[in-house]
């Protein structure tokens, strides 16, 4: 696989061979802001993930867990 070819079967722009190589620099910068962008996706569903250790299910009261899901039921 060419360079590029990946890139390009994403929907990225693929820099053509008959770009001015002085300003690559533009290319460059662009690149790194679509990775920078792809982090921040990631992060920001990683935020959404529920901690499966802050469910808590009990017949009585737990101690206090900030950011729990307490689900209580009567035995």
Known sequence: MANGDAAGAKGWDVV?????????YDEINYSR????AE????????ALK???S???I????????N?????KYSA
């Open 39 to 46: 982090q921040d996706a990631r992060i920001a569903a990683d």
């Open 16 to 24: 053509p061979l008959t770009d001015d190589v002085k300003v690559g």
């Open 33 to 36: 802001d679509l990775v920078a």
């Open 54 to 56: 802050k469910i808590i």
């Open 67 to 71: 950011g729990a899901l307490l689900f």
């Open 58 to 65: 009990s017949s009585t009261t737990p101690a206090v867990v």
């Open 50 to 52: 529920l901690n499966a």
